[in-house]
Protein backbone atom coordinates (compact mmCIF):
# COMPACT_ATOMS: atom_id res chain seq x y z
CA UNK A 1 0.00 0.00 0.00
CA UNK A 2 1.73 3.39 -0.69
CA UNK A 3 1.29 6.30 1.30
CA UNK A 4 -1.88 7.77 -0.84
CA UNK A 5 -3.70 4.55 0.00
CA UNK A 6 -2.78 4.62 3.21
CA UNK A 7 -3.92 8.61 4.14
CA UNK A 8 -7.45 7.28 2.50
CA UNK A 9 -7.79 4.51 4.84
CA UNK A 10 -6.94 6.09 8.02
CA UNK A 11 -8.28 8.96 7.21
CA UNK A 12 -11.49 7.32 6.06
CA UNK A 13 -11.59 4.91 9.33
CA UNK A 14 -11.19 8.17 11.74
CA UNK A 15 -14.10 9.95 10.66
CA UNK A 16 -16.45 7.54 9.90
CA UNK A 17 -15.55 6.25 13.79
CA UNK A 18 -15.41 9.80 15.35
CA UNK A 19 -18.52 10.50 13.50
CA UNK A 20 -20.55 7.13 15.06
CA UNK A 21 -18.65 7.70 18.20
CA UNK A 22 -19.88 11.10 18.69
CA UNK A 23 -23.79 10.48 17.36
CA UNK A 24 -23.94 7.30 19.70
CA UNK A 25 -22.41 9.58 22.56
CA UNK A 26 -24.92 12.18 22.30
CA UNK A 27 -28.15 10.03 21.75
CA UNK A 28 -27.33 7.99 24.40
CA UNK A 29 -26.68 10.73 26.87
CA UNK A 30 -28.82 13.37 25.87
CA UNK A 31 -32.88 13.89 25.04
CA UNK A 32 -33.92 14.63 22.08
CA UNK A 33 -33.71 18.49 21.34
CA UNK A 34 -32.14 18.81 24.58
CA UNK A 35 -29.19 21.62 24.52
CA UNK A 36 -26.32 22.61 26.34
CA UNK A 37 -24.59 25.60 25.76
CA UNK A 38 -20.76 25.45 25.31
CA UNK A 39 -19.86 28.99 24.53
CA UNK A 40 -23.35 31.55 25.08
CA UNK A 41 -24.57 33.13 22.49
CA UNK A 42 -22.53 31.35 19.78
CA UNK A 43 -22.43 27.44 20.20
CA UNK A 44 -24.75 24.59 21.59
CA UNK A 45 -24.58 20.96 21.79
CA UNK A 46 -28.03 20.15 20.77
CA UNK A 47 -29.48 17.11 20.16
CA UNK A 48 -31.37 17.06 16.73
CA UNK A 49 -32.65 14.15 14.02
CA UNK A 50 -32.34 15.64 10.73
CA UNK A 51 -34.95 13.22 8.35
CA UNK A 52 -33.46 15.48 4.88
CA UNK A 53 -30.45 16.09 3.40
CA UNK A 54 -28.24 19.41 3.99
CA UNK A 55 -30.13 22.16 5.70
CA UNK A 56 -33.11 20.22 5.91
CA UNK A 57 -33.59 19.43 2.29
CA UNK A 58 -36.20 17.09 1.31
CA UNK A 59 -37.40 17.12 5.36
CA UNK A 60 -40.88 17.43 3.76
CA UNK A 61 -41.28 14.73 1.53
CA UNK A 62 -42.58 11.40 2.31
CA UNK A 63 -40.44 9.48 4.45
CA UNK A 64 -40.54 6.09 1.82
CA UNK A 65 -39.37 8.82 -0.94
CA UNK A 66 -37.03 10.52 1.35
CA UNK A 67 -34.98 7.97 2.50
CA UNK A 68 -34.74 5.19 -0.59
CA UNK A 69 -34.35 8.80 -2.58
CA UNK A 70 -30.71 10.08 0.09
CA UNK A 71 -29.78 6.35 0.46
CA UNK A 72 -29.60 5.92 -3.36
CA UNK A 73 -27.79 9.15 -3.48
CA UNK A 74 -25.34 8.67 -1.14
CA UNK A 75 -24.41 5.19 -2.71
CA UNK A 76 -24.25 6.67 -5.93
CA UNK A 77 -21.64 9.23 -4.45
CA UNK A 78 -19.97 6.28 -2.71
CA UNK A 79 -19.52 4.58 -5.72
CA UNK A 80 -18.03 7.53 -7.75
CA UNK A 81 -15.76 8.45 -5.32
CA UNK A 82 -14.27 5.11 -5.26
CA UNK A 83 -14.27 4.81 -8.82
CA UNK A 84 -12.56 8.00 -9.36
CA UNK A 85 -9.96 7.39 -6.95
CA UNK A 86 -9.42 3.79 -8.65
CA UNK A 87 -9.00 5.23 -12.26
CA UNK A 88 -7.40 8.89 -10.93
CA UNK A 89 -3.58 7.65 -10.86
CA UNK A 90 -2.34 11.16 -11.12
CA UNK A 91 -4.18 12.83 -8.12
CA UNK A 92 -1.59 14.02 -5.26
CA UNK A 93 -2.34 13.98 -1.61
CA UNK A 94 -4.86 16.57 -1.21
CA UNK A 95 -7.21 15.60 -3.96
CA UNK A 96 -6.60 11.88 -1.79
CA UNK A 97 -7.33 13.82 1.39
CA UNK A 98 -10.57 15.78 0.45
CA UNK A 99 -12.33 12.55 -1.15
CA UNK A 100 -11.38 10.73 1.99
CA UNK A 101 -12.97 13.12 3.81
CA UNK A 102 -16.03 13.31 1.39
CA UNK A 103 -15.79 9.81 1.36
CA UNK A 104 -16.12 9.23 5.40
CA UNK A 105 -19.18 11.46 5.53
CA UNK A 106 -21.37 10.08 3.26
CA UNK A 107 -20.75 6.71 4.61
CA UNK A 108 -21.28 8.33 8.12
CA UNK A 109 -24.84 9.88 6.89
CA UNK A 110 -25.64 6.69 5.04
CA UNK A 111 -24.94 4.46 8.21
CA UNK A 112 -27.49 6.75 9.78
CA UNK A 113 -30.51 6.70 7.25
CA UNK A 114 -29.94 2.63 7.13
CA UNK A 115 -30.22 1.90 10.79
CA UNK A 116 -32.33 5.08 12.23
CA UNK A 117 -34.11 6.71 8.68
CA UNK A 118 -32.34 10.25 9.73
CA UNK A 119 -29.31 11.48 10.64
CA UNK A 120 -28.27 12.76 13.98
CA UNK A 121 -27.02 16.24 14.24
CA UNK A 122 -25.72 17.77 17.52
CA UNK A 123 -23.11 21.09 16.59
CA UNK A 124 -25.19 24.15 16.78
CA UNK A 125 -24.39 27.32 16.02
CA UNK A 126 -25.88 30.85 16.63
CA UNK A 127 -26.00 34.18 16.89
CA UNK A 128 -28.83 35.55 19.22
CA UNK A 129 -31.94 34.25 17.43
CA UNK A 130 -29.96 33.24 14.41
CA UNK A 131 -29.70 29.34 14.20
CA UNK A 132 -27.16 27.61 11.28
CA UNK A 133 -28.40 24.40 10.65
CA UNK A 134 -27.42 22.22 13.21
CA UNK A 135 -24.71 19.20 11.93
CA UNK A 136 -22.06 16.59 12.72
CA UNK A 137 -19.10 15.19 12.52
CA UNK A 138 -19.76 13.54 8.94
CA UNK A 139 -21.04 17.10 7.77
CA UNK A 140 -18.12 18.76 8.72
CA UNK A 141 -15.83 16.36 6.99
CA UNK A 142 -18.04 16.45 3.56
CA UNK A 143 -17.82 20.52 3.68
CA UNK A 144 -13.87 20.62 4.40
CA UNK A 145 -13.27 17.83 2.34
CA UNK A 146 -15.55 20.14 -0.30
CA UNK A 147 -13.29 23.18 0.17
CA UNK A 148 -10.27 21.05 -0.65
CA UNK A 149 -11.48 19.87 -3.61
CA UNK A 150 -12.11 23.35 -4.89
CA UNK A 151 -8.67 24.84 -3.87
CA UNK A 152 -7.27 21.15 -5.74
CA UNK A 153 -8.98 22.33 -8.44
CA UNK A 154 -8.26 25.94 -8.71
CA UNK A 155 -4.46 24.92 -8.02
CA UNK A 156 -4.65 22.72 -11.29
CA UNK A 157 -6.15 25.63 -13.65
CA UNK A 158 -3.87 28.38 -12.61
CA UNK A 159 -1.60 28.39 -15.36
CA UNK A 160 1.45 27.03 -15.42
CA UNK A 161 3.90 30.25 -15.37
CA UNK A 162 1.91 30.95 -12.31
CA UNK A 163 2.62 27.71 -10.33
CA UNK A 164 5.73 27.74 -8.16
Known amino acids: MNKKHGIFFITLLLVVGLDQITKMYISSVMSLHASYPVIDGLFSITYVRNPGAAFGLFANATPMFRSLFLIVVSAVAIVMILWF ?12 FALSLILGGAVGNLLDR ?16 WHWPAFNVADSAISVGAVLLIVEMLRRERPRSLRQ
Not at 114 to 129: E, K, N, Q
Open 114 to 129: IRFGDVVDFLDFYIAS
Open 85 to 96: LAKNRSGGMLLT
